[in-house]
């Protein structure tokens, strides 16, 4: 099956700052690959995702990037602020459809300080 | 619109007793997935149903976990008999059936075992 590794596991940047998450998959049938923000006492919140026919994605201060060759995709996000503060988790799946499996990575726990 | 609810949101119990989790996916979502969260794994996906058909529990640890989806609005997760290294957050997720990507996860059942 897919596996997904993610790293870092912790991050802390200044305010302000970029922070840079990556993640690499096993599987290249992949073509579908999200973000999701967890805050505390929360379930994981999709950010923004991105396909297997597109290499790049932006969202405001959010983008990803993915490199199919190389099976890995990172979030960058710039100008952190402290609401960025959560633990992000990476995912991957081998289909279209959202009714099949999501393997996620282990997740990033970023902090911003003021 | 109501999100997934997710019941009871902790439980404290001792080894040995059963436990029952309960998920109410959001109205008009037909597939549903169970995942685990632990520090040591992150996000493990245990099983996931389409219109109420178990389709993969590759992903439960043991006989002693099981998962039902009687209808569309209701699903349970039992562990019986419970034991210490259960303890973790269990979420519920769900997302359309027609769905190219989000899955919408509940706020969890955090479960400890003594």
């Known amino acids: 099956g897919e596996n997904v590794e993610q790293h870092p596991s912790t991050l802390s940047v200044q305010e302000g700052d970029s922070a840079v998450i990556k993640c690499t998959y096993s599987d290249s049938a992949s073509n579908y690959f999200p973000w999701y923000k967890q805050e505390l006492g929360k379930g994981p919140q999709l950010i923004i995702d991105?396909?297997?026919?597109?290499g790049e994605k932006k969202d405001q201060r959010i983008a990803v990037t993915l490199n199919k060759t190389a099976k890995h995709f990172s979030l960058h996000i710039t100008e952190t602020q402290p609401e960025d503060s959560a633990v992000y988790f990476c995912a991957a799946r081998l289909s279209n459809f959202g009714n099949e499996k999501l393997t996620f990575g282990t997740g990033t726990r970023l902090t911003i300080i003021p | 619109d109501a999100g997934v609810i997710q019941s009871p949101r902790h439980e404290v119990t001792e080894m040995g007793q059963e436990v029952t989790l309960r998920c109410k996916p959001i109205s008009g979502h037909n597939s549903l997935f169970w995942y685990r969260q632990t520090m040591m794994r992150g996000l493990e996906l245990l099983i996931y149903f389409n219109n109420n058909v178990p389709i993969d529990d590759s992903g439960m640890p043991e006989d002693r976990f099981s998962a039902k989806m009687p209808n569309a609005s209701f699903s349970t997760l039992k562990i019986q008999p419970s034991e210490p290294r259960d303890s973790a957050v269990y979420f519920c997720?769900?997302?359309?059936?027609?769905?190219?990507?989000?899955?919408?996860f509940g706020e969890g059942s955090r479960l400890t075992v003594l």
């Open positions: 991105i396909r297997s026919n597109v």
């Open positions: 997720a769900s997302t359309p059936l027609s769905s190219t990507g989000e899955l919408f």
